[in-house]
């Protein structure tokens, strides 16, 4: 059975282990099964809405519930787990995603969807930190969470788009969901040539790294980042249908934006070494200000779509520098490995915050809550920099 064995600090790519591409691709692409949902929400859940199965205020909960199940699936599996017999775990992970998703697809009120979605999170949450763990042992963990987030962008713009033009429409959500089920039990031939073993990162094992106020106001402006998108993508649909704009048309623009977070994360890819984390992270933040005011004020389609597609190409774009700002906060690389979580918290606490604000129909106080949380994330950056210079002036 191969595993990732230990090596010395020389060891090419890797701070520890070395993973064959094959390897590294099939962890990959495991985390990237457990994030499908984050790209196919708008899709699903807006069909979930418009089946009425689920009420704006149900909608938001079941979006919440799941989002901080994988944040907290995540952490849990990356912080408190050791990183052995990956293979099985991986493959244990995707049957029960699967049997969640099926439980999804049969559930019959929205306590049970709850109680399926937060299952399938936890699940989820393991298997994004199959990838993650891997990732943080890399000496390019920028690159190679840029392909990350590139391979997950890709199989969730294709399934939008196949969800959305023909699944859906024949079989409503559950339909939807089904297929989720089958890609799950179709990544079981991926998951066990993922490494068996992961090499040990030369570290303490425990959280007091990331008890420190740098890791934490780090951690926050990613928090803040997600809540920003994550309120806005979850009401898309319904932003829409407020504008005039069909569900079905909706579901082009989650396609496309999808396609433009693929661009975004291949930007970043080429890029990350050029352009310094910090400016990258204040100019997107200024951008996702400026998107959510476009989103509140009754745009037209075109505007519409437009808004969409700039906030797909943002969103992943960030993420090799958000990852470069928590190696900054930490060197010894445990705040990266709670990157993911507080990624995945702040997408699930963003739509139940803003459902708050919702006043009957009208959807427009999303995106202003959405802005809010994009200036909150520069504002953590600006305190974690405050925070460094004076910290380096004591040293």
Known sequence: MTSVRNADAGNGDWLVGNPTAAQLASALWIGSVGLLILGLQPVLLGALYTEGHVSGDELALVATAEMIAIGIGSAVVAMLLPAR???????????????????????????SLIGARTVAGLAEGGLVAVATELIARSRRAERIGGYFVTIQTLAQCALALLLALYVIPAAGSAGGFIVLAVVCIASLAVAFIVPDNYADLP????????????????????????MFFGSVWAFLEPLGAQYGIDGRTVGLIVSASLAIQVLGAMTATVFEARIDYRFAIVAIGVVAVACSAVLASSPSLTIFWAAALVMGFILLFIVPYQIRLAITADETRTAVLLVPAAQLFGLAIGPIAASLLIDGKDFRPVPEFAAASAAASVVMLSLFILVARRRRAIA
């Open 85 to 111: 017999n990956m293979r099985w775990k991986s493959a244990i992970l995707l049957v029960l995603l699967a049997l969640a998703n099926w439980a999804t697809a049969y559930a019959v009120n929205p306590n």
């Open 203 to 226: 570290k303490e094992e425990n959280f007091g790294n990331v008890l420190t106020v740098p890791s934490i106001t780090a951690l926050l402006c990613v928090f803040c980042y997600f």
